[in-house]
């Protein structure tokens, strides 16, 4: 089994200036086409030109870009990594059904489809508990006495 990782593209080490002016170049085209050596030009689908933007961008702020279809079958390691969390915990996420899992045999195996969507339901909690807290710092004038700052107006 391959693991997403195996699909992973490290920014170049030595040419990221040349990066950085493809960046400038993308974000005010709206289309993009690949011309070959004998002058063919094939135009890119825009939501090819899209994934290109957001892999050039993110490679020139030095980050590594992993390229993988979302029907992409990860191990519970892959998956923690994934996720930034140890694989126990990972492992409580699946047994309380918060992701759902296959387990063919002995290992259980997570779609990375299913792990995206965990990300934004988290996300959109943690979201929706910050509007919350935040909300309710306002209402009771808590947020001015921890953050020390004085109302000046």
Same mark, same amino acid.
């Given at each position: 089994?391959? &693991?997403?990782?195996? %699909?992973?593209?490290?920014?170049?080490?030595?040419? @990221?200036?040349? $990066? !950085? =002016?493809?960046?400038?170049?993308?974000?005010?085209?709206?289309?993009?086409?690949?011309?070959?050596?004998?002058?063919?030009?094939?135009?890119?689908?825009?939501?090819?030109?899209?994934?290109?933007?957001?892999?050039?961008?993110?490679?020139?702020?030095?980050?590594?870009? &992993?390229?993988?279809? %979302?029907?992409?079958?990860?191990?519970?390691?892959? @998956?923690?990594? $994934? !996720? =930034?969390?140890?694989?126990?915990?990972?492992?409580?996420?699946?047994?309380?059904?918060?992701?759902?899992?296959?387990?063919?045999?002995?290992?259980?195996?997570?779609?990375?489809?299913?792990?995206?969507?965990?990300?934004?339901?988290?996300?959109?909690?943690?979201?929706? &508990?910050?509007?919350?807290?935040?909300?309710?710092?306002?209402?009771?004038?808590?947020?001015?006495?921890?953050?020390?700052?004085?109302?000046?107006?």
């Amino acid at each position: 089994m391959t &693991t997403l990782f195996d %699909h992973t593209v490290l920014p170049p080490k030595d040419d @990221a200036s040349s $990066l !950085l =002016g493809l960046v400038a170049v993308l974000k005010h085209i709206d289309h993009v086409a690949l011309v070959g050596s004998d002058g063919n030009q094939i135009r890119l689908p825009f939501e090819v030109y899209e994934a290109l933007r957001e892999v050039v961008t993110a490679m020139a702020n030095g980050q590594a870009i &992993t390229i993988a279809p %979302h029907e992409t079958i990860l191990t519970t390691q892959g @998956a923690a990594d $994934l !996720l =930034g969390i140890s694989r126990p915990t990972l492992v409580r996420l699946l047994e309380a059904g918060e992701i759902p899992f296959t387990q063919p045999r002995r290992h259980r195996r997570v779609s990375l489809a299913d792990l995206i969507a965990y990300q934004q339901r988290a996300r959109n909690s943690r979201r929706q &508990t910050l509007d919350v807290m935040t909300g309710e710092a306002a209402e009771d004038d808590s947020y001015d006495r921890v953050n020390g700052f004085v109302q000046t107006r």
